[in-house]
């Protein structure tokens, strides 16, 4: 059974930095391309990162330069390092598998608050 | 960025009836499109893929077509356990986007 579970989330004051973990199990973790996507509270989807099976990054602009998504294949363990935070960024962060453009198995989400 | 206007943002509607929701890209992404569910306080879940391939294990009453720039999902007749809110999504150029999402209820 393919399983993701993240970690790492919690509260954080504006400014500050916070490294998120998504744990995989049940699948051959070095062969798909793994994202985060978040979602403020009561707001649509809003995709964060990717990284392929490569190790090739990318973003969208409104994180580019301040988080970075990185893998560790030895430990099937997907990472978000989240530097410079802004309120904006305030919301649940979900790890996801993505096959073929589609994102096919999604973790249960680990909450990041971003508040003086 | 490509935008995704998904019509309508909410809709209510009785037990068996047809539902329907569209989307429309900003620009033409063939059939790069996906649809998701999501219901509160759980993570969204894949349903169809590919703009009309439906996902394994995901009931026959959900559906979707469409390509270019208009595209469409459809629930044949709606049930009570399909109260949630859906989502589509392209990715056929990065940043990958969804739609706003369309809050489905029963009357």
């Known amino acids: 059974e393919v399983q993701l579970v993240e970690s790492g989330g919690g509260l954080v004051q504006p400014g500050g930095s916070l490294r998120l973990s998504c744990a995989a199990s049940?699948?051959?973790?070095?062969?798909?391309?793994m994202h985060w996507v978040r979602q403020a509270t009561g707001k649509g989807l809003e995709w964060v990162s990717a990284?392929?099976?490569?190790?090739?990054?990318y973003y969208p602009g409104s994180v580019k330069g301040r988080f970075t998504i990185s893998r560790e294949n030895a430990k099937n363990s997907l990472y978000l390092q989240m530097n410079s935070l802004r309120a904006g960024d305030t919301a649940v962060y979900y790890c996801?598998?993505?096959?073929?453009?589609?994102?096919?198995?999604w973790g249960q989400g680990t909450l990041v608050t971003v508040s003086s | 960025d490509i935008q995704m206007t998904q019509s309508p943002s909410s809709l209510s509607a009785s037990v068996g009836d047809r539902v329907t929701i569209t989307c429309q890209a900003s620009?033409?992404?063939?059939?790069?499109l996906n649809w998701y569910q999501q219901k509160p306080g759980k993570a969204p879940k894949l349903l169809i893929y590919d703009a009309s391939n439906l996902e394994t294990g995901v009931p026959s009453r959900f559906s979707g077509s469409g390509s270019g720039t208009d595209f469409t999902f459809t629930i044949s007749s709606l049930q009570p356990e399909d109260i949630a809110t859906y989502y589509c999504?392209?990715?056929?150029?990065?940043?990958?986007?969804f739609g706003q999402g369309t809050k489905v209820e029963i009357k």
């Open positions: 620009q033409d992404i063939s059939n790069y």
């Open positions: 990284i392929g099976t490569a190790g090739d990054t």
């Open positions: 049940g699948f051959t973790f070095s062969s798909y391309d």
């Open positions: 996801a598998r993505s096959r073929t453009g589609s994102f096919d198995y």
């Open positions: 999504q392209q990715y056929d150029n990065l940043p990958q986007t």
